[in-house]
């Protein structure tokens, strides 16, 4: 999973026709640790999806424009605009983000 650093990288990336994921992570929080222990498989599986990580507390405002208010978080682009939101409370174990990928209809 590529790391975006940038506000500039973030809008590069998820303006493209591709469909991108975001997770949206913090280093200090424990959900985000568990959650990197079963995404690697996850990421292979559904390789449609070009993969991104931002760290919330370095990009703020990208966070609080798409509503990102719990982390982790998993949102989709394509072409600029937030296609579906896996919310925290409902990212917790590898069930639950299948099950969100599952359901995306692009």
Known sequence: M?????????YDI????????????AGWCPDCRRMDMFIDPIEEKYSQFKWYDVNRDALPE?????????IPSLLIFKD???KAHLHSANAKSP???TDFLDSYEG
């Not at 990208?62 to 719990?70: L, T």
Request: glycine content about 8%.
């Open 62 to 70: 990208i966070a609080d424009k798409f509503e990102v208010m719990g």
């Open 14 to 25: 998820i303006n493209g026709s591709d469909e991108t994921l975001v997770k949206f992570e």
């Open 2 to 10: 590529e790391k975006i650093t940038s506000a500039e990288q973030f």
């Open 80 to 82: 600029g605009e937030k």
């Open 95 to 97: 069930a639950q983000v």
